[in-house]
Structure formats: C-alpha cells, structure tokens
C-alpha cells in the first residue's frame, strides 16, 4: 500500500492522509458491480463530506486463512473507475492481525470517526466488520446514532440470475464469457502491463508477440486465445491483436502461464511499454501441436478468424 498520497486520478491514500471530515463508502467493492455503485452513489450525492470509498488492502482473507485474492480491479485502475462516479479520494485500509483483532466498536471510533471523521457511511446489506465479523449492519447502525452518524445500508441487488456479486464476475471470467462479465461489471474487462523481453520465438515463426507482464494480484480470465483490443504508450487508437493466455505447451509444456499478444498487422517496437488489453471474445482453448510449423499455421488461422470477428463489431 502507498505510504503517501499517490495522484493517479483521484488521491489513492492512507486513513491519515485522507482529506476530512469524509462521506463513506465501505467495502472491497471489486469489480465494481451496479450492486456497489448504489452504495457509493448514496455517499457522494449532497455528501456531508468528501466523497470517499474506504476497502481493505490486502484483503482480509489473505492475512487470516493465508488464501490468495486475485483483483477484478486493482487500487490504481480503481480510482479511474471511481473519477467518474464523483468519488473523490480511494482510501486503502492496510489490514493485517493487529487489525483483526480490534472490536468492532474499536474499529468504528479509531478508523472512522477519528481518522476519518465520517459525517455518513454507506454499506451493503452484508457488511461485516471487527474482530471475528462480529458487527454487522444493526451494530453499525447502532453505533451510528450514538455517535451522530448518518448510517446508510443499501439493499443487495439483484437481476434474473441472482444477487450481483465479484463471483459472479470471476466465474463469467474463469468459462471465458466475456460478454457476461462486461454486462455484470457494466463496462469491458480489462487488464495492463509492462512489455517484457520474451525468446523472440514468435518473431521467428512468422508472429512476433509482445509478453506483458501483469501484476500476480490481479484476476485473469481462463486460459485460450483471444481477439481483444489493446491500447499501447504512442497510439491514441485501439489495436486489434490476438492474446495467447496460458503457457506454451509446444514449445515448453513446464513453463509458466503468460501473456504473449500479437498485433494484427502492425509492426511496432514495444519492448518498455505499457499494455492495456482488453479480450473481446475467446477463438479457441489451448492445444499442442506436432512442431513449430503446425503453430504458425494455427496462429495465422487465429488470425483469420478474429479479423472476421473484428469486421463485424
């Protein structure tokens, strides 16, 4: 977590460093559903303070049970989410056992009323807080009207398939169904990273690629080849290209998963540059061919079919 203010859109701060008195939203909001814009709008019209959401980092599960919690959105590509919406400040909560243990009472006079000086605070009707997850929505409401606070609890919501949730997302994600993940999130799904030096293999068959390096934290869709867009530093327009996400079982079935993207019909320097990608549609899973040859032949075939795919957007 930054240490200081980190001006990206909106400030990316720690409770201290935050503008006060504030009116809050709190929660991991990932992926930023409608379900999580109702709570953060509530906060942010005729707001009493300035318009905050409040998360954890990293998230709790991560430091209690030692699981790891892949990002939908990542605190920076969270606050340009957040500009929009009138939000005015992201504040990162840095969780960890100290944290944990502090009742939910403590929780409420320490972090949001001294460090924030919360004037309103939104959540979803599921919101746990303190030690254990022993407060919840009547505690916080309690705790509220003591203090003078303006409780707001948003009801969770739900379309013909269920309440919205970030799991949601993440299944549509993991089976590849990029359009159910953009309809769930209300905007395309996308990710960024560093170009990186990679074996030159693919410039060597025929396909040169760029290999973006992409933050381990956040969540990535499951493994195929892709048509998608991708924005690089220099070009104002997308691009269209073809996404290789997984390892490379014909070249080195042990290596890791990577992301090795080729620009359709562009020959451009990238090594250096930043890379956002957006996968549009999934073309096919991942395969082993009998040599170099046979993947050069399925690559320019890739190619061919998100061309049509592309052309008919």
Not at 37 to 60: L, Q
Not at 104 to 130: D, K, P, S, T, Y
Request: contains cysteine; charged residues 25%.
């Amino acid at each position: 977590m930054p240490s200081v203010c980190t001006k990206i859109v909106i400030p990316l701060c720690s409770p201290k460093e935050a503008k006060t008195p504030t009116s809050l939203a709190l929660g991991s909001f990932d992926g930023l559903h409608a379900g999580h814009r109702k709570v953060i709008e509530v906060v942010v019209n005729d707001a009493p303070g300035v318009p905050t959401v409040v998360s954890f980092w990293p998230h709790p599960r991560e430091i209690l049970y030692a699981e790891p919690r892949l990002r939908l959105d990542l605190p920076s590509e969270k606050t340009s989410l957040l500009t929009p919406i009138g939000v005015e400040q992201l504040v990162l909560v840095p969780f960890n056992l100290e944290l944990a243990a502090i009742s939910a009472e403590e929780f409420f006079e320490e972090m949001l009323i001294n460090n924030l000086h919360a004037r309103r605070i939104a959540v979803g009707q599921n919101f746990r807080f303190g030690r254990n997850r022993e407060g919840d929505v009547n505690k916080l409401q309690d705790l509220g009207q003591a203090a003078n606070i303006e409780i707001l609890v948003i009801p969770i919501l739900e379309d013909k398939d269920g309440r919205m949730s970030s799991s949601r997302i993440r299944k549509a994600l993991s089976e590849g169904n990029l359009e159910k993940a953009r309809s769930l999130m209300g905007r395309a799904y996308q990710f960024s990273g560093k170009v990186v030096k990679g074996r030159g293999l693919g410039k060597k068959i025929g396909w040169p690629t760029a290999n973006i390096e992409v933050d381990g934290r956040k969540f990535l869709p499951s493994l195929g080849v892709y048509a998608a867009w991708v924005w690089i530093n220099g070009y104002e327009d997308r691009l269209p290209a073809v996404m290789n996400l997984g390892p490379q079982p014909t070249v080195d079935p042990t290596s890791p998963s990577k992301v090795e993207v080729h620009i359709i019909d562009k020959n451009i320097e990238l090594d250096g540059t930043q890379m956002t990608v957006e996968p549009i549609k999934i073309l096919r899973t991942q395969k082993k061919f009998a040599d170099l040859n046979a993947l050069s032949n399925q690559i320019g075939k890739d190619v061919e079919i998100a061309n049509v795919f592309f052309r008919s957007l």
